[in-house]
């Protein structure tokens, strides 16, 4: 499980004190993924950071009581320096995985090529996204975080290979996504929330969250 215990998480913007979170608790139980509705600019990513680790609260507590992952198209994992090759059995051995697997995997998903042991650094922005889409699949997580502002890719056939192991995957494990397109969130999760103003309002459907959410951000 995942669970945010009286969590608070705000910045200062050079003018005054944005708020992401104002004393929020909720939990996620594995099995019941959830999609979190919420305008652009409050805190979308700042609060699947946190899920992460990747972000610290200001006040409260985050528990984690299974294996989650980094945001899908997070970046900050790699190492610009090195290879695609590299990065993969090094993270590999972060998790206590087989590099060798790991290393097979990325490159049969990735299909890069000579780059496959290329710097990341000399990567373009589709191809770092295909690489890091395909180190995420390489991994076995109980929760999958999925950010709406992660990169995309354009490769057809990329897209189609990471669509069937993704579908997959997610028939067995428990996806938070974070979005604010309310159909986004039709295809991974029943339950939801909404992001606002600092609070989290918890919704046992979709369809609940969806006429705040409607209400609030076009009323």
């Avoid at 680790?53 to 006040?59: I, V």
């Avoid at 890719?153 to 938070?176: C, H, M, P, Q, Y």
């Amino acid at each position: 499980m995942l669970e945010f215990d009286n969590v608070s998480k705000s910045f200062w913007t050079g003018t005054q004190r944005k708020v992401i979170l104002d004393r929020v608790s909720f939990r996620v139980e594995l099995g019941r993924s959830m999609g979190v509705l919420a305008p652009n600019g409050t805190g979308k990513t700042t609060l699947i950071n946190m899920m992460a680790g990747l972000e610290k609260p200001d006040e409260g507590e985050i528990r984690r009581g299974c294996n989650i992952s980094f945001p899908l198209g997070f970046m900050g994992g790699v190492v610009s320096k090195i290879s695609a090759m590299e990065n993969s059995r090094y993270i590999a051995r972060l998790y206590g995985l087989d590099p060798d697997y790991v290393e097979a995997f990325c490159r049969w998903m990735c299909d890069l090529g000579e780059y496959f042991d290329q710097p990341l650094g000399t990567y373009s922005s589709g191809m770092k996204a295909r690489f890091t889409f395909a180190l995420l699949l390489a991994l076995d997580f109980d929760i999958y975080l999925i950010d709406e502002g992660m990169p995309s890719s354009t490769d057809v056939e990329f897209n189609r290979k990471a669509g069937e192991i993704l579908r997959e995957r997610l028939s067995t494990t428990t996806v938070i996504i974070v979005s604010h397109k309310p159909r986004v969130l039709e295809k991974f999760a029943r339950e939801a929330a909404v992001l606002m103003d600092g609070k989290l309002h918890m919704f046992d459907t979709l369809e609940e969250a969806k006429q705040l959410y409607d209400y609030e951000t076009q009323g």
